[in-house]
């Protein structure tokens, strides 16, 4: 589907295989690939490139200069049609970079939802990004990274290739992230240590005082214990059933920390 004429501004040029849907809007000197595919009521700003396999939802916002979908650097990519898929509401300041995935990994890099990424984010291949996140200026992610959703990213802070960053974390600003970064957890630091429990940003998403005491609960159990990760693993599961919907808290902990690979951060 074409968008409508006015949509798209003169000076643009959208290859006609691209998929756009009729409100949306296309800024000056803008480049649109043919394998792109728009939804509904998303803004292309001026001097922007989307190209490659890439999907993006509704109601994006992509300033100006940004490179969306470009190839990965990385020297085994070797022209595959590997993909990136972009969801709803985020917001994409200046100059941020996103590419495709490669096919040693899933093949596609992914952006979730009503996230606010701010200016000269990098975001390489294969990245699995969740939604409500934050990242601020000049947020460098190496390839292969996850983060979970409500996690913020303090400015020029740089995560190592296959990190997962767990739900409700925040790094400092300058952070080195080379290690797993477990949920509500908040880090500082080069290399990043951990420092506390994003407290404030929980009270923001609702939790009850009694849930962020848990939370706090199982920060000490992690941290402040002297305890092996496995000690402290079998004391945070004793915590289930003592606060009313913190359970969710707790498996959110063990499943992250079960599936963490490269160590967390300690």
């Not at 400092?172 to 509500?184: E, I, K």
Request: glycine share 12%.
């Amino acid at each position: 589907m074409s968008a409508s004429p006015g949509a798209i501004h003169p000076t643009a040029l959208v290859d006609p295989a691209a998929d756009l849907h009729p409100s949306v809007q296309v800024g000056a000197y803008s480049l649109i690939g043919p394998h792109v595919r728009i939804g509904e009521g998303t803004q292309i700003g001026p001097h922007c490139v989307v190209d490659g396999h890439t999907r993006i939802g509704a109601h994006n916002r992509f300033f100006q200069f940004t490179s969306i979908g470009a190839i990965p650097q990385d020297k085994k990519y070797g022209g595959e049609p590997t993909r990136l898929e972009i969801g709803d509401g985020n917001t994409i300041r200046e100059f941020v970079t996103i590419n495709t995935g490669t096919a040693q990994d899933a093949g596609v890099t992914r952006v979730g939802n009503d996230n606010w990424i701010m200016a000269y984010v990098h975001i390489a291949h294969d990245c699995q990004l969740g939604s409500h996140l934050i990242l601020a200026n000049a947020v460098q992610l190496a390839g292969h990274v996850h983060l979970d959703d409500w996690v913020f990213l303090g400015g020029l802070t740089g995560v190592h290739q296959f990190v997962h960053v767990g739900a409700h974390a925040m790094a400092a600003f300058q952070a080195r992230l080379t290690q797993d970064v477990p949920p509500f957890v908040t880090v500082n630091g080069n290399p990043a240590a951990a420092q506390s429990i994003n407290a404030e940003g929980l009270r923001r998403r609702g939790f009850s005082s009694e849930r962020i005491a848990l939370v706090k609960q199982m920060y000490r159990l992690l941290y402040r214990k002297g305890l092996t990760l496995h000690d402290s693993r079998a004391e945070i599961e004793t915590l289930r059933g003592t606060v009313g919907g913190a359970d969710a808290d707790i498996g959110l902990m063990q499943d992250f920390l079960t599936a963490a690979t490269r160590g967390i951060v300690r």
